[in-house]
């Protein structure tokens, strides 16, 4: 997959001049030049023209033309650095090892960022509110404008280089398991947790065993928003708390006048007023520590695990003041319905 990004030293000029301006690489018009299996450069059709007018051979080799002072990271990426990166509108960047061999690399052309969090996504509830539309079909694999409510979620983080997503599953299980499959059509890691019995919004974090990060995104699947997950994040380690829950405006409008008294006395009224709550929002994270508070196959919903962080004041809170809807009642998919197709 990576093979459409680079080109090697000692190609002729003329065939990496194809490659960038191939349909694979239009957006970013660059590739990563290898020679011994390493990354020593980059080139771009703007390296190209230059070389050119500085006289190197139009015949001759890329190594000619490449641009050695390249931007990359070692290992891992520093997501303070990948945000400058992206605001002086650079698209790719390889992450390499310390011999300069290739170990991933950020296409910002496709991609939003490249977050170091796994994901788990709850997708083992009945989904009984919707009646008779979940007989036969989990709720997250409703179709929301022709598509499952379950691969928006999952398309919306790979957006933000995600690539490790864990899907708790129970109810009709196989037809999630069947569709999104190992990830592996999209480029992702996907793997299961299954649930024996239900275990509630949180119970299946006590099935984890092995990720790669240490901090969980936590998604209800049957929640669509906009959600800047960057900012998130960024909120998160900012704020130097182990569990962050996202929280999004609720209005509550009451048809009557609400009056002020004092004892027999009136003393004003409000006419209808709308009263604004923040309401939990189904999305979290998590740092990995949590973990162990979660009761083993047990029953265990979120609202539980963030009672024990408010007990410990290990909690905050992320206001999201986008677009946002939990899929629970019918009505709420002509919503997300009509927000998808705008979108598009």
């Given amino acids: 997959m990576l093979n459409q990004y680079i080109v090697e030293s000692s190609d002729k000029i003329l065939n990496a001049l194809k490659k960038i301006n191939s349909k694979d690489n239009a957006k970013t018009k660059t590739l990563l030049v290898s020679e011994d299996n390493r990354i020593i450069g980059t080139i771009t059709d703007g390296d190209i023209r230059r070389g ?18 390249f931007k990359f990271f070692e290992n891992q990426v520093d997501l303070d650095k990948l945000i400058d990166f992206r605001l002086s509108n650079l698209k790719l960047i390889p992450i390499l090892d310390k011999q300069r061999k290739i170990i991933d690399l950020i296409d910002l052309s496709k991609i939003i960022t490249k977050l170091p969090l796994t994901a788990v996504i709850m997708a083992g509830g009945l989904g009984s509110r919707l009646g008779s539309l979940t007989k036969n079909i989990p709720k997250p694999m409703l179709k929301v404008a022709g598509k499952p ?38 480029g992702i890691s996907i ?52 569990m962050t829950v996202l929280t999004t405006e609720y209005s509550s409008n009451i048809p009557y006048a609400v009056l002020e008294t004092e004892k027999e006395k009136v003393i004003g009224f409000n006419e209808k007023p709308s009263l604004k709550f923040n309401i939990n929002g189904g999305i979290y994270l998590i740092d990995k520590k949590v973990l162990s508070l979660i009761p083993k196959d047990s029953f265990f919903d979120s609202t539980d695990l ?12 992320f206001t999201h003041t986008g677009f946002w809807t939990d899929i629970g009642k019918k009505e709420d998919f002509e919503r997300a319905d009509i927000y998808v197709k705008n979108k598009k």
């Fill in 191 to 242: 793997s299961y947790l299954e649930e024996k019995k239900p275990l509630g919004t949180a119970g299946s974090l006590s099935l984890l065993k092995e990720f790669s990060n240490d901090t969980i995104l936590l998604v209800n699947s049957d929640i669509l928003s906009d959600i800047n997950f960057e900012n998130f994040y960024l909120h998160h380690n900012l704020n130097k708390v182990s």
């Fill in 306 to 317: 963030m009672t024990k962080m408010l007990e410990r004041k290990d909690l905050n809170h």
């Fill in 149 to 186: 409510m379950l691969e928006y979620n999952i398309d919306k983080l790979i957006k933000y280089g995600i690539k490790e997503v864990i899907i708790s599953v129970n109810y009709l299980k196989d037809q999630i398991i069947k569709y999104f499959g190992d990830g592996s059509e999209k």
């Fill in 52 to 69: 050119i007018l500085n006289g190197s051979d139009i015949s001759g080799p890329v190594k000619t033309f490449i641009n050695k002072n």
